[in-house]
């Protein structure tokens, strides 16, 4: 961390707000003031943010978000790296901070429990009986997931209600540890989970980047995919090589880069024969 000179900075909140426009204003103007980059939604229900910036100022921002008593506690996860990853600054209200399109779903009065990533680990090691269920988009899921994870092959996050209908009914009485990236999406989908008869549903504190830092990793093949121009991190948090097509914004590795059908700029092995099916 001592060579590398900007923070990137994560975290969410599900709580009311109703003085959203004036929020919005506030952390736009402080952002703007420390020269930070990244998104915050806000909506009705909470916040979600994922910020950089150089170490001093992004330390500034933390404080001057935690002076809200409402995000006093919150919990903010940080990796670093050499460059900034995001190319603007952002402040959006939203109807959602994380889209699943089920208004009903509030995680500040109802969500599922919560395990650490040393509780999980331990369970693993012990070969205990649980089911780990990955929330995340299916090009996600490619760069990387747990050993034996049900996948549940998402477009999108929206999708994920349609999705656990499909699941196996004896699931409803197993213990299922659910994970995304940051912990944001599992906060609804366990809820979710909970009111459809699924008994015993927890999720990581701190999803898989907190794994990572907490654990190195065991159990996880492969990278994490993150939202920014660092596309993924490696079980030391550290950036890999994945780029993202420009066409399609799928993460390509180094075999899928080299292949005859990417090029830069206009298509990639994803994309391909979409492109060369509008071009015949």
């Not at 650490?116 to 929330?135: A, G, R």
Request: overall charge neutral; some cysteine; charged content about 35%.
């Amino acid at each position: 961390m001592d060579t590398l000179k900007i923070s990137n900075i994560t975290g969410y909140k599900f709580i009311p707000i109703t003085d959203r426009k004036s929020l919005q204003e506030k952390i736009l103007k402080h952002s703007n003031k420390l020269s930070l980059k990244g998104t915050v939604l806000i909506s009705e229900k909470g916040l979600n943010f994922s910020i950089a910036g150089e170490n001093e100022a992004i330390q500034d921002f933390i404080k001057f978000l935690r002076s809200d008593k409402r995000f006093s506690e919150i919990d903010i996860k940080t990796t670093y790296n050499e460059y900034q990853p995001f190319r603007k600054m952002l402040v959006r209200i939203k109807k959602e901070i994380i889209s699943m399109g089920i208004d009903e779903i509030d995680p500040s009065t109802f969500t599922g429990e919560k395990i650490t990533p040393k509780e999980l680990q331990d369970k693993l090691n012990n070969n205990e009986d649980i089911v780990l269920l990955d929330t995340r988009n299916e090009y996600e899921v490619r760069l990387g997931t747990f050993e034996d994870a049900v996948d549940l092959n998402l477009d999108s996050f929206r999708d994920f209600p349609t999705k656990i209908m499909s699941l196996d009914q004896k699931m409803k009485n197993k213990e299922i540890v659910m994970f995304c990236t940051g912990g944001v999406r599992c906060e609804k989908a366990s809820a979710l989970m909970l009111k459809n008869g699924f008994k015993n549903v927890k999720q990581i504190d701190g999803g898989v980047i907190k794994y990572f830092e907490d654990t190195g990793g065991s159990y996880w093949n492969g990278d994490c995919f993150v939202f920014d121009d660092r596309v993924a991190l490696d079980k030391n948090l550290n950036e890999t090589d994945y780029i993202l097509c420009f066409r399609c914004r799928e993460p390509l590795n180094k075999k899928e880069i080299d292949s005859d059908k990417y090029k830069i700029d206009e298509y990639c092995p994803y994309c391909f024969d979409e492109v060369f099916s509008k071009r015949r």
